[in-house]
DNA sequence: CGCTGAGTTGATAATGTTCAAATTTAGTGG
DNA sequence: CCACTAAATTTGAACATTATCAACTCAGCG
């Protein structure tokens, strides 16, 4: 009963999903569980995890999941599509902070506030389970593997930052884009997908305003990467034809 | 009995600081605790805490309170002195993650992976006070204010981490410097020290190494914030001589 | 089939890096 | 306390990378 997973991971994805509308997945039957909040967790404890959690429908493309300075309530987890988050400066321009893929969870930076410190919107059609944070926390306390788990999803959160904060600070623009591109593909390949050929769900300007660079150069880094015979583009649809190369690319000095 | 927290804090801390061994601070008595791990907790809350806190004997300059890949046991809070924690990347550059003054907790980035994903080393004379994780874990179950700071602190660490994604990304080295006087400056009034001059415990190369500048260029910034009267800098005591100046340097554009 | 927004490409400019050297500060041993 | 040395900081000049501005191309869509 994989219905409504990922159900726009495909290469195909230009056609709104008919969305059948069923929500009746559950975290025992998702074949995220592996990757996902209820990872490490006890069949039993994950039936309780489930009930706390709601699941509602998919956001359209473009919509917004949150925003900005609104009251934190919850967590979400991806089920399917892309979710971007991302901040907005006082002179109004964008900092994505993150690409949240299925199996992957958002929102954390909320809860030391009790307001969300990004926006977040979909970036195609997608879903997402919401897990409210007071529950959460209740449960927490008597689920010690579920507490650890969620200790350890905010402590990765923190070390991917920090990945995110070297890169814009010792990489070329060559190296942003690699190591961006590797990223996904090591996220595809966690989900079973191809690690060497897909598309990208994101905008080029979404790539820029993530990396610390403009469109131009984001363009460039992909023409020269093709031109160098590591990558076949063909707008968004990426195929890394030489991932050595391209290892080399994102570390190199 | 605020004997040994804060020594070396003031102007002055040229000369190491006599050490009294005084490790009879306790949480209860220790005047961070309003900005540190205990806040928010009721006295008998803040009692237990403290049977899990673990106060050892300053660490010296250039000392390490531990390093990238070791095994993670422990969050530190910062009781006297800084602490930087930096990352190296393959190629030997440092990246610095944070600055951590009293009353702040470091270490939380090693729960992910129960190994440390950086290093952290003393900037002068300091002392920490060393909180083993599973026994906050356990207090954490047992306590909800306890776990809702934490997760709490480690929020604001992502937050942070944004905030500095942000700087390295849209903003020129004038902005960067100022932001992070500006940083340094609330957190030493929070401390209710003057935050308008300071020493700054960390060398030009640190400053570089944290905001993704070379050390030449964090010179040139404070000699043009000296020149248009917005800072006087003498090696490493500062004073802000126009705190709203620096601000709009912070973020113009 | 033309329109619109996304993406690409080129030319020029700006910001910060790199390399080199001078200068100041901190530490050490007599 | 002073002389001496190493380290940190500052300053200058040339260079490199990326941003900016402008024009063009392409894909998708009504």
Redesign the pocket.
């Known amino acids: 009963m994989d219905v409504g997973v990922e159900v726009n991971a495909g290469v195909d994805n230009?056609?709104p999903t008919p969305c059948t509308h069923d929500f009746q997945v559950n975290c025992s039957n998702c074949r995220l569980s592996a990757i996902c909040l209820p990872f490490s967790l006890e069949a039993t404890e994950i039936d309780e995890l489930d009930r706390i959690v709601q699941r509602s429908k998919p956001l359209q493309k473009g919509q917004h999941l949150y925003r900005e300075s609104d009251d934190f309530q919850s967590v979400y987890a991806v089920r399917a599509g892309t979710i971007k988050a991302y901040r907005t400066t006082d002179d109004g321009r964008e900092q994505v902070t993150g690409f949240y893929f299925p199996g992957e969870i958002l929102g954390m930076d909320g809860i030391s506030n009790n307001s969300h410190a990004s926006s977040a919107k979909a970036l195609e059609t997608a879903s997402v389970c919401e897990i409210p944070f007071s529950s959460l926390e209740k449960l927490s306390a008597v689920m010690p593997h579920l507490q650890r788990h969620f200790f350890q999803l905010m402590s990765r959160e923190i070390t991917e930052d920090q990945q995110l904060i070297t890169l814009l600070s010792k990489?070329?623009?060559?190296?942003?884009v690699a190591a961006l591109l590797l990223s996904v593909s090591t996220r595809n390949a966690r989900r079973q997908l191809s690690a060497t050929q897909f598309r990208?769900s994101?905008?080029?300007?979404?790539?820029?305003n993530y990396?610390?660079?403009?469109?131009?150069?984001?363009?460039?880094?992909?023409?020269?990467l093709?031109?160098l015979k590591v990558l076949d583009?063909?707008?968004?649809e990426i195929q890394i034809l030489d991932i050595e190369a391209l290892r080399k690319v994102a570390d190199a000095r």
Chains 1, 2 share one sequence.
């Open positions: 230009s056609s990489s070329s623009a060559d190296e942003r990208l994101m905008s080029r300007v979404d790539i820029g990396l610390g660079l403009t469109v131009e150069t984001v363009s460039r880094v992909f023409s020269r093709q031109k583009v063909e707008n968004k």
